[in-house]
């Protein structure tokens, strides 16, 4: 499905991203080392929000396309280039969608971000649902390209799984370690990253924008 369009908002001309610097709008060295690895090969030079010490703007959308947005519009606006951000998480099923647009949230700690902890909680909420309550869940990446002058567009990228317990492996961010991919018996965190990059969400949206940007 791409582009994505919030709703209510009429479709906009594509622009096309030609070889230079792009900002990678995130603070999140697993996801910028994920990005660059999926753009080395067009030519595009990343450079992390974090090296251009950009500040790391408030998520204060409610949907995922509303935060993508609010991150690149604000990086590429602060660094007169084009910027690419992304926004994700995990929607489980049996938790109407939940922790979805929150999920950096629910690992929030007063000392950073535990991600153990959010494994725990998203299990926990899952056990309260009953024994029979369905594992299944997805994640969800939207890619957000914006320019200085404002014009900005979408791109979203799924992957469908089940939740294990407890977590294993230890390669990659966040849920890696309690997503089983479908098809897969291996966690995302088991996976070689070059198999995950494969088949990832963010590959997805990647895959969705390569084809309408380069
Ligand atoms: P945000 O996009 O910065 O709001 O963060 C979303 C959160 O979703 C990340 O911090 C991760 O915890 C989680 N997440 C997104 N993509 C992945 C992934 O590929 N593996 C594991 N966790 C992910």
Redesign the pocket.
Known sequence: MSPVEPDGVPPQAIRKLTPGKLVIA?H?AGKVREINALLAEYGIEAISAADLDLPEPE?TGTTFVA?AELKALQAADLSGLPALA?????CVDALGGDPGVY??NW?ETPNGRD?TL?MTKVEQALAEKGPDASRAAH?V?VLALAWPDGHVQWFEGRAEGTLTWPPRGDV?????PV?VPLGNTQT?AEMDPAEKHAI???AAAFAAMVDAVL
């Open positions: 995130s999140n998520e935060n992304d926004d994700s998480g995990l999920t950096a690992a991600w959010a994640f990446s990659g961010f966040g849920y890696d997503f995302y990832s969400h963010r």
